[in-house]
T-cell receptor, first 110, second 113 residues
Framework: EDQVTQSPEALRLQEGESSSLNCSYT??????LFWYRQDPGKGPEFLFT???AGEEKEKERLKATLTKKESFLHITAPKPEDSATYLC???????????FGSGTQLTVLP | KAGVTQTPRYLIKTRGQQVTLSCSPI?????VSWYQQTPGQGLQFLFE???????NKGNFPGRFSGRQFSNSRSEMNVSTLELGDSALYLC????????????FGSGTQLSVL
């Protein structure tokens, strides 16, 4: 059974204080690892897809990286508007659906 | 370009009733998936529809069902509601079954009393 574990569950940062969120996975045949951002009362918003170990993608203050066992979402010099829950999900084997982790709730204080 | 639209936004029902939720995908998107989100279980896959056919189903009881229409709009139905069915129900669309990127709606918040 595919498993996705995110840590920490919650993270509080001061504005400008860089950090990383972790997503570790156990799957058979990874076909894609996805990062989403979810704001309160809204659905998840797509950020990145990573397909193979060593791959990196960047968007503004966010950078996602992938190894064979885990993915990191690095947040550089975060701003209060980066506060949200960040979700990691995998698609593996012949499955079409995504298996989600429980998320990291990020709070950036001004 | 309009995003994924889900109606209603909020719903309150009592145990034993049934409910129908609606999802309009992004124009041109033909694949629609449904997920249930709860604080305890997180996001869990319900089912996926493409070309009016259910292609994939998650581990939920038969009380949960869905369908897709020829214009790609989708509905999901939950019969004989239980307290544990209280959740945020999210619909996601993608262009086709090859495109990996899912676009989510804001969800329908269902409360079962």
């Amino acid at each position: 059974e595919d498993q996705v574990t995110q840590s920490p569950e919650a993270l509080r940062l001061q504005e400008g204080e860089s950090s990383s969120l972790n997503c570790s996975y156990t799957v058979s045949g990874l076909r894609g690892l996805f990062w989403y951002r979810q704001d309160p009362g809204k659905g998840p918003e797509f950020l990145f897809t990573l397909y193979s170990a060593g791959e990196e993608k960047e968007k503004e203050r966010l950078k996602a990286t992938l190894t064979k066992k885990e993915s990191f979402l690095h947040i550089t010099a975060p701003k209060p508007e980066d506060s949200a829950t960040y979700l990691c999900a995998v698609r593996a084997g012949s499955a079409r659906q995504l298996t989600f982790g429980s998320g990291t709730q990020l709070t950036v204080l001004p | 370009k309009a995003g994924v639209t889900q109606t209603p936004r909020y719903l309150i029902k009592t145990r034993g009733q049934q409910v129908t939720l609606s999802c309009s995908p992004i124009s041109g998107h033909r694949s629609v998936s449904w997920y249930q989100q709860t604080p305890g279980q997180g996001l869990q896959f319900l089912f996926e529809y493409f070309s009016e056919t259910q292609r994939n189903k998650g581990n939920f009881p038969g009380r949960f069902s869905g369908r897709q229409f020829s214009n790609s709009r989708s509905e999901m139905n939950v019969s004989t509601l239980e307290l544990g069915d209280s959740a945020l129900y999210l619909c996601a669309s993608s262009k086709d079954r090859v495109n990996e990127k899912l676009f989510f709606g804001s969800g329908t918040q269902l409360s079962v009393l």
